[in-house]
């Protein structure tokens, strides 16, 4: 099994910064992907940005140029750093690793951090 631990939420006024960070243990593996989902109120889980273990990146074209993830390796880290925040950003943010099984991609999430961006 694989624990997600994210943190770094918070409330942050309309243009500011927030760095979101996730720490992964347990059967470190096969493992295909890392990456941040969001879900606001009302709204399914959308993806934010994905990194590969190959340091691909993939964002959602609504944050993309603001937002930046990056891996740690050594730390089995993920981190999204989130700068001119709007609005809109407001979510809960879920941090997603992705394994490579025999049976295909399965997926394990963390428990969620919450980002409020004021206006």
């Known amino acids: 099994q694989v624990q997600l631990v994210e943190s770094g939420g918070g409330l942050v006024q309309a243009g500011g910064s927030l760095r979101l960070s996730c720490a992964a243990s347990?059967?470190?593996?096969?493992?295909?992907?890392m990456g941040w989902y969001r879900q606001a109120p009302g709204n399914q889980r959308e993806l934010v940005a994905t990194?590969?273990?190959?340091?691909?990146?993939n964002y959602a074209d609504s944050v993309k140029g603001r937002f930046t993830i990056s891996r740690d390796n050594a730390k089995n880290t993920v981190y999204l750093q989130m700068n001119s925040l709007k609005p809109e950003d407001t979510a809960v943010y879920y941090c997603n690793l992705q394994r490579a099984t025999d049976w295909g991609l399965k997926d394990f999430w963390g428990q969620g951090t919450r980002v409020t961006v004021s206006s």
């Open positions: 990194i590969t273990s190959g340091g691909n990146t």
């Open positions: 347990g059967s470190m593996f096969s493992i295909n992907a």
